[in-house]
Each structure stands twice: as structure tokens, then as C-alpha cells.
């Protein structure tokens, strides 16, 4: 969900970082047919480094990706806990060179643990979607995401309802999973129901070959899109001027430039 909605983000000319904070889960980089290794450069105040993220262009936008997938075999379990799993993330967050984003999208991981809550310290004005599918049993888990969410004081923005159902060649709809969790989670956290993604064979295919359903011309794009026009609406793009971050960053090339032109000693 999260890497279809970066690039139907990017399809519309937006520049996207998306950080796969999956740490032991990681698909985000074969899912976006992306490959290679993080490098890192000097700072420009010279004072540590800063982790170059991986891109794809989508269209006219761009996505920026970082996700321990480039860093680690895909077949080689990440046995981080706790503290570690927190710096990690925290690292992926603070010291990479996201420069100027439109949006920056975070991949977790399911449940309520220890990333989910370090994520809402680190990023306060982060907001939330949850997914859930159809299912009763589904929804009962993600309602404790949104309790989480508002208990780390974070915005729950809205509910995508994933695998809401699937319609053979004949027209024929099926309900595999159930129906209206989406719409019960949404009425149970008072969040609005963005959108219903239907269980598409395009979708899982696209992921697999590194092609994101959301920029096809299929049904599963027409889909996405639904769901890019409700994100654009219930979050719309956030006026940078005063952003912490593009201030720091405003900070350190200021700091470099002064290093710059020190007279010698």
C-alpha cells in the first residue's frame, strides 16, 4: 500500500522519500524494482555523514527510497530488539539526505511495538492511515494502531480498506475476506474511509516484477488514484518555509559556507 501510494504520488509530480521502517520485514526495494547499496557522504558542515538515498523516477515526480533492504541480503534475517531496532530507524530518519520532499511516507511494520512508538517520538506531526482489510478480525487489530496513534498524540488522517473484494472476468464479486471493515474501523476511530482497493492479481504481480499497479492504466491503477486524490485532500501538501528540518538544513549549508571562507591561520 505504502509503495503504490509513493508512486501514485510521484506520478503526479510530486517528489516522495519513502522510508521503509519494516527493519526485519523489509520488501519495500523489490517492490519498487529498485536495487544497490546506501553510500554515504561527509556532512557539509564536515561533521558526520549523510546516507544518500536509492531513487526511481515515477513520471514527472520522484521517489526517494531508504530501507534496510540496501543494506542487508534479502535473504538474511535483521535479529535487531529494542533500542537497536530504534536507533536504526532513527538513523534512517535523521541522517539521510531526504533534501526537499513534497511528502515523506513511512512503511511500518504491523502491531504496536517498539518502532510504532519510537516513530511517534521522533516524528510529532507525522499523520496516520490505517490499513485494515474486510475482515472483523482485522479491523479489531488495526483499531489498536489508531488507539496508539492518539495515545503518541499523532493525527489519524484516514482508513484504507485493502483486499475489499475481488471481481472475476465474468463480472461475478466475491467478498473473500469478508466486507465493511473498513467502513466499521472508520466509524469506530471517527477517521473518514479513503478508499477500498479490491484484491487484484495486478497488484501482487507489479510487486513482484518492481512495477507498482498504482501507475498502470488498469483497473487496479484507477483504484489507486481514488486513493492519491483522498490522500491529497485529508493531507495536503505542508508549506516548508518554517519546517524544522529545511531550516536545519538552511543552518548547515549557512555553517559550511562560513567554514568555506575562513580566513587561513
Not at 524494482?33 to 546516507?51: D, K, M, N, S
Not at 516513530?119 to 475482515?135: D, G, N, Q, S, Y
Request: proline share 5%; glycine share 12%.
Amino acid at each position: 500500500m505504502t509503495v503504490n501510494l509513493a508512486a501514485g504520488l510521484a506520478a503526479r509530480g510530486f517528489t516522495v522519500g519513502l522510508l521503509d521502517a519494516d527493519i526485519a520485514g523489509f520488501s519495500v526495494p523489490r517492490m519498487l524494482g529498485v536495487e544497490g547499496r546506501l553510500q554515504a557522504r561527509p556532512a557539509e558542515t564536515g561533521h558526520g555523514v549523510r546516507i544518500e538515498p536509492m531513487t526511481k523516477a515515477v513520471g514527472a515526480g520522484l521517489i526517494k527510497v531508504v530501507s534496510m533492504g540496501f543494506l542487508s541480503p534479502e535473504n538474511e534475517a535483521i535479529m535487531w530488539r529494542g533500542l537497536m531496532l530504534n536507533r536504526g530507524v532513527q538513523h534512517l530518519i535523521e541522517d539521510v539526505a531526504w533534501g526537499d520532499l513534497d511528502y515523506l511516507l513511512v512503511d511500518m511494520p504491523p502491531g504496536t511495538g517498539d518502532i510504532q512508538m519510537g516513530l511517534a517520538r521522533m516524528l510529532p506531526r507525522a499523520e496516520m492511515l490505517i490499513v485494515t482489510t474486510p475482515a472483523l478480525a482485522a479491523q479489531k487489530v488495526a483499531v489498536r494502531a489508531a488507539d496508539m496513534a492518539r495515545k503518541g498524540y499523532l493525527r489519524v488522517a484516514g482508513v484504507i480498506e485493502n483486499m475489499s473484494g475481488f471481481t472475476c472476468n465474468h463480472g461475478e464479486h466475491y467478498d473473500l475476506f469478508g466486507s465493511g471493515g473498513g467502513a466499521r474501523l472508520a466509524a469506530e476511530i471517527g477517521a473518514p474511509l479513503l478508499a477500498q482497493i479490491p484484491l487484484q492479481p495486478a497488484i501482487s504481480a507489479g510487486g513482484d516484477r518492481g512495477e507498482p499497479a498504482a501507475v498502470g492504466g488498469d483497473e487496479a491503477a484507477q483504484s489507486f488514484a481514488i486513493l492519491v486524490d483522498a490522500v491529497l485532500e485529508v493531507a495536503p501538501m505542508v508549506e516548508m518555509q518554517g519546517c524544522t528540518a529545511r531550516m536545519l538544513d538552511a543552518v548547515e549549508l549557512a555553517l559550511a559556507a562560513k567554514a568555506d571562507h575562513r580566513p587561513e591561520s
